[in-house]
């Protein structure tokens, strides 16, 4: 079946350094790859999504490129801030099944 | 704020009692679908509609498990006989067939079974 496989955390970055999350995925079909983002005392919010190989999601200065070779879809940020401190959750919907399949989450901690 | 509601946010039951919950989605969204959310975990797909009609459920919906959507609006997830082991986070989320279908989540309803 489908499956999502995210780096372990806590990820504890300082103030504007560079910031990656690996997420790889098993999938059957041509899934489409997201990214949520869980902030504390909040609920699931889409960060960014694509929908096909190579395709590029951004959004708030986060981005994943879509990679059918490697089946990954690895989030970055250039300089993170404090404020990005949250559970980064990839995910995966895979051609007719409507259900998303997430990984376990990636706590990111952004130090002063 | 139009955005997925749910209510109520926490639930303290005892154990063998029933519960149910409550989710309203966007208002033009007729897909809404149920996860299931435990600590460290990400989400575990439960159950799915569209419109009125229950189009899947997940192995982890057990007998106990039943959720409704009478009028393809809002919809119950209730559990009965609760077990210390249903406590999580119970999240709602809906999409607009067509388009781009993603799904919007709600801030979820905490249930802790003592």
């Known amino acids: 079946g489908d499956s999502v496989t995210q780096m372990e955390g806590p990820v504890t970055l300082s103030e504007e350094a560079f910031l990656t999350i690996n997420c790889t995925y098993t999938?059957?079909?041509?899934?489409?790859l997201f990214w949520y983002v869980q902030y504390p005392g909040e609920g699931l919010q889409l960060l960014l999504k694509?929908?096909?190989?190579?395709d590029k999601g951004s959004n708030k200065g986060f981005e994943a490129t879509y990679r059918k070779e490697t089946t990954s879809f690895h989030l970055e940020k250039g300089s993170v801030q404090v404020s990005d401190s949250a559970v980064y959750f990839c995910?995966?919907?895979?051609?007719?099944?409507?259900?998303?399949?997430f990984g376990s989450g990636t706590r990111l901690q952004v130090q002063p | 704020d139009t955005g997925v509601s749910q209510d109520p946010r926490h639930k303290i039951t005892k154990r063998g009692q029933n519960v149910t919950f409550r989710c309203d989605p966007i208002?033009?969204?007729?897909?809404l679908y149920w996860y299931r959310q435990t600590l460290g975990q990400g989400p575990e797909f439960l159950t799915y509609?569209?419109?009125?009609?229950?189009?899947?459920k997940s192995r982890l919906l057990s007998d106990r498990f039943s959720a409704e959507r009478p009028k393809g609006s809002f919809s119950t997830l209730e559990i009965q006989r609760t077990e210390q082991g249903d406590s999580a986070m119970y999240l709602c989320?809906?999409?607009?067939?067509?388009?781009?279908?993603?799904?919007?989540f709600g801030p979820g309803t905490r249930l802790t079974v003592l």
């Open positions: 509609f569209q419109n009125e009609a229950q189009l899947e």
């Open positions: 694509a929908t096909k190989a190579d």
């Open positions: 989320a809906s999409s607009l067939e067509g388009g781009e279908d993603t799904q919007y």
């Open positions: 995910a995966l919907s895979d051609g007719g099944r409507r259900a998303l399949t």
């Open positions: 208002s033009e969204h007729n897909r």
């Open positions: 999938a059957t079909g041509y899934p489409s």
